[in-house]
C-alpha cells in the first residue's frame, strides 16, 4: 500500500477539566522523526505521545504540537510575598502621614509594587490528563494517516500509468533487441566489403564466428528479463501492507541499472531513443517515491 509522507491533522478534546488540542504535520524524511512540542509541565507524557505516534507512522518527519489547559482550580495557584507586602504597605503608610493625605489605601495600591503576587508551579497529574489527551491524539493521527493513504492512492495511479508505460516501451526494445544479431553480422560484413573492396575472399565461418562475437557483445536479453521482474516487483510492493518507500527506491536504482547497461549495449538509434524515454519515466518515478512511506 501506497502512502505519502505529507499530510496534515488536528482534533480536540474539551471535557473539564482539561481542554486538549492536537496538531500534527508530516513531511518527508529517510527516517521516523518525531518532534513534539508540549505545553509545559506535561513533558514526562512525551514517551505515551511517541509511541502513538510511532504505531501509526513508519517513516517520514513529524511534528506535532499538544496543547494542554487545566482550567481545574487545582490546576491554578498564586503565591503572596507577604514580606514584601507589609513592607510596600508600611512604606505608603509613612509616606500618607509625611505628606498628610487623608483617605483610606486601597489593595489596587498595594499591589501596584508589582511582585507580590505570582503564579506558582502547580504539579500535574499525567495520568489524569492521559485518558483525555489518549484519544485526541489518536484520533488526530487517524486523520493524519487517512490524508496519507489518500495521496498515495493518487501516487499509486500515477506510478501504474508510468509502469503501464515503461512495460510497453520494453516490448519495444525487445523486439528491436531481436534484431541485433542480423545487424551485427550486416555491419560486420558491409565492413569488410569496405576494406577489401571484394578482392580477398573472406571465410564466411570466420565472418559468422565475429558477427557472433560481436551479437553477444550487444545482446540485452538478461537486463530485459530482470527490467520485467523489477515492474512486477515494483507493482508486488504497492500492493503490499508494509511501507514501501525505502524497497521501491532501492528497486528503482536496479531500474536504472538495468537501462543504461542496454543503453550502453545497444548501437541502435531508435533503441537508444526508446531507452532515453524510459529513463526520463524512471526520473519522474524516483521522485514521486521520495514522497513515498
Given at each position: ?64 504540537r499538544v496543547q494542554i489547559h487545566d482550567e481545574s ?84 495511479r500515477d506510478f501504474r500509468q508510468r509502469l503501464d ?129
Amino acid at each position: 500500500m501506497i502512502k505519502s509522507m505529507t499530510a496534515y491533522a488536528r482534533a480536540e478534546n474539551q471535557t473539564a477539566p482539561y481542554t486538549v488540542r492536537v496538531e500534527v504535520r508530516s513531511y518527508n524524511s529517510r527516517h521516523l522523526d518525531v518532534a513534539l512540542k508540549l505545553t509545559h509541565g506535561f513533558e514526562s507524557l512525551e514517551e505515551r505521545v511517541k509511541s502513538i505516534v510511532a504505531e501509526t507512522v513508519a517513516r517520514g518527519r513529524v511534528d506535532i504540537r499538544v496543547q494542554i489547559h487545566d482550567e481545574s482550580d487545582a490546576g491554578i495557584a498564586f503565591d503572596v510575598n507577604l514580606p514584601r507586602a507589609r513592607a510596600y504597605h508600611e512604606a505608603l503608610s509613612r509616606l500618607t502621614q509625611a505628606l498628610n493625605l487623608t483617605g483610606p489605601m486601597s489593595i489596587e495600591t498595594v499591589l501596584a509594587a508589582g511582585s507580590l503576587v505570582r503564579a506558582v508551579e502547580v504539579e500535574k497529574d499525567m495520568d489524569a490528563v492521559w485518558p483525555q489527551l489518549e484519544p485526541c491524539l489518536k484520533t488526530a493521527m487517524t486523520d493524519l494517516d487517512a490524508m496519507r493513504r489518500v495521496e498515495g492512492d493518487n501516487m499509486a495511479r500515477d506510478f501504474r500509468q508510468r509502469l503501464d508505460a515503461i512495460e510497453t516501451m520494453l516490448a519495444e526494445i525487445g523486439d528491436q533487441a531481436e534484431k541485433l544479431p542480423q545487424m551485427a553480422r550486416q555491419r560486420l560484413q558491409a565492413r569488410i566489403d569496405a576494406l577489401t573492396h571484394g578482392v580477398v575472399e573472406i571465410d564466411q565461418t570466420r565472418i559468422a564466428q565475429e558477427a557472433a562475437l560481436l551479437a553477444d557483445r550487444s545482446d540485452i536479453s538478461e537486463e530485459i528479463v530482470r527490467a520485467t521482474s523489477h515492474i512486477e516487483q515494483f507493482r508486488a510492493l504497492m500492493e503490499d501492507d508494509t511501507p514501501a518507500g525505502r524497497p521501491l527506491n532501492f528497486l528503482l536504482q536496479e531500474f536504472n541499472r538495468e537501462f543504461n547497461t542496454m543503453g550502453s549495449k545497444s548501437g541502435k538509434a531508435t533503441m537508444s531513443h526508446i531507452i532515453v524515454a524510459v529513463k526520463s519515466e524512471l526520473e519522474k518515478l524516483r521522485e514521486q517515491v521520495q514522497n513515498v512511506e
